[in-house]
T-cell receptor, first 117, second 109 residues
Framework: ETGVTQTPRHLVMGMTNKKSLKCEQH?????MYWYKQSAKKPLELMFV???????ENNSVPSRFSPECPNSSHLFLHLHTLQPEDSALYLC????????????????FGEGSRLTVL | GQNIDQPTEMTATEGAIVQINCTYQ??????LFWYQQHAGEAPTFLSY????GLEEKGRFSSFLSRSKGYSYLLLKELQMKDSASYLC??????????FGQGTELSVKP
């Protein structure tokens, strides 16, 4: 138990579906992240929210849409995905300095395994 | 550009010592993390280095040389449960964590 909970753990969707991934952290952190993990590839940073503001968007296609309603919750809305988007999507949280930058390690959830048919 | 290199796979024997290397070229450097990830589970924190030298924590140690852009994770007295993926990650100038592809370690009896 890392203090970061992701749902659903597994999701299968067609290319025309709309679905959402949810992440919740119980650690009192002020930053949350979405990472994509594909086989044999590095974890790819997708989005960062610091103090509920999106501070980074790493050229992610618009078919991925993040939402951070408060410092404890993070969503990833999925729409019109492609088969190559099939991957493990990891949420993480951390405490950041007020001026930005990590002040400790990231805590990860167990991920949502997405399969796009 | 940003590049973090580590071997894709390693195999070692139970009870032995294994060293997993990581080299990096990043836009700035504000520390280096090692994470362990068992199949189907969340990555979990192992160690953090920001100054040159060796950090020891039980059976695991991590070394950093900033001038060489190099780190290693040393695992002693290997156990079967140490079979996992080991992720090297660097905090870049922007304060964000950039990961290598991970090293899949298999521990054999």
């Amino acid at each position: 138990e890392t203090g970061v909970t992701q749902t659903p753990r597994h999701l299968v969707m067609g290319m025309t579906n709309k679905k959402s991934l949810k992440c919740e952290q119980h650690l009192g952190h002020n930053a949350m992240y979405w990472y994509k993990q594909s086989a044999k590839k590095p974890l790819e940073l997708m989005f960062v929210y610091s103090l509920e503001e999106r501070v980074e968007n790493n050229s992610v296609p618009s078919r991925f849409s993040p939402e951070c309603p408060n410092s404890s919750h993070l969503f990833l809305h999925l729409h019109t995905l492609q088969p190559e988007d099939s991957a493990l999507y990891l949420c993480a949280s951390s405490q950041e300095h007020h001026g930005g930058g990590l002040s400790g390690e990231l805590f990860f959830g167990e991920g949502s395994r997405l399969t796009v048919l | 550009g940003q590049n973090i290199d580590q071997p894709t796979e390693m195999t070692a024997t139970e009870g032995a010592i294994v060293q997993i290397n990581c080299t990096y070229q990043t836009s700035g450097f504000n520390g280096l993390f090692w994470y362990q990830q068992h199949a189907g589970e969340a990555p979990t924190f192992l160690s953090y280095n920001v100054l040159d030298g060796l950090e020891e924590k039980g059976r695991f140690s991590s070394f950093l040389s900033r001038s060489k852009g190099y780190s290693y994770l040393l695992l002693k007295e290997l156990q079967m449960k140490d079979s996992a993926s080991y992720l090297c990650a660097v905090v870049n100038q922007g304060g964000k964590l950039i990961f290598g592809q991970g090293t899949e370690l298999s521990v054999k009896p």
